[in-house]
């Protein structure tokens, strides 16, 4: 009896209660508009998610989508990585490719797509500007853990003539790690939303953006709610687990002051 009491007080009611108030001013708010097109409430928009999850057109879109966007958040997530670890031990490649970085940083999503829809058509076009999106906040951060590596652990490896591999490992990734993830926690979320803002523009086929359209196009309110509710889970799914396998690689790398790497 204790453990169930326990488990009662433990249960995070503060948070159930806050969702429980924002559908409640969701639902509210939908009665008080009164037009089915401007805005449902979240009853009509579960019923048309239900409708949605059991059509194949549904689960195709997700895998075409989630396989675009994860392949330019991937591809943007090595070659940040190497561009920030290359551009740490080249200063001058810092320099030559800083006015590119700034340049992707603040272009706006909707010109990347414009000139990616001229350069390679709609089918890949998710998978470009989730990587230009994505590109520029790996290598920041890439570059800003590896700059704060500390000194005197390096300059402790150059005395004891450590090999490279060990003080990647006992040094470098321990520092660098975490603003890895710090900069993904950012990164994937803008991978999902700048991905699927280009496939509502450049529609292509049998994906979540076009999906979005074709529910605004028959002003299907309860559908375009749906579609959003749905990027939000893949969103967040696909981030915690890339972050738990990020943290599980932190757990695991030993710093140097837990063992000696010589």
């Known amino acids: 009896m204790n453990k169930f ?17 924002w559908l409640l001013a969701w639902q509210l708010l939908a009665q008080l508009i009164h037009n089915h097109i401007v805005l449902v409430g979240p009853w009509e928009t579960l019923g048309a998610l239900r409708q949605l999850i059991f059509s194949k057109g549904f689960w195709l879109s997700i895998a075409h989508s989630f396989q675009k966007i994860s392949l330019g958040f991937l591809s943007a997530f090595l070659i940040g990585i190497l561009l920030g670890s290359s551009a740490y031990r080249f200063p001058w490649l810092q320099e030559f490719l800083e006015p590119v970085m700034t340049l992707m940083r603040s272009i706006p999503v909707a010109s990347f797509v414009i000139l990616a829809l001229i350069w390679i058509g709609s089918e890949n076009l998710a998978v470009f500007i989730a990587f230009m999106v994505v590109l520029p906040m790996i ?10 590596t500390d000194k005197k652990l390096l300059e402790m490896a150059f005395v004891f003539r450590i090999p490279l591999w060990k003080k990647i490992r ?6 660098l790690l975490p603003y890895l993830i710090n900069g993904c926690r950012i990164a994937l979320g803008m991978s999902w939303k700048s991905g699927v803002a280009a496939e509502v523009i450049g ?15 028959y002003l299907e309110t ?11 889970v893949v969103s967040s799914l696909s981030e915690r687990i890339f972050l738990f396998l990020l943290s599980q690689f932190e757990k695991k790398g030993t710093s140097i002051h837990e063992s000696n790497p010589s």
């Open 170 to 175: 006992f040094i470098y990734l321990p520092a």
């Open 203 to 217: 529609l292509p086929s049998s994906s979540i953006g076009e999906q979005l359209y074709m529910s605004k196009i």
């Open 5 to 21: 009491f326990k488990s009662i007080i433990r249960f995070p009611w503060r948070r159930c209660f806050i969702i429980l108030f």
């Open 139 to 148: 290598y920041v951060n890439t570059l800003s853990g590896l700059k704060s």
């Open 222 to 232: 309860a559908d375009l709610l749906a579609w959003t509710f749905t990027i939000v």
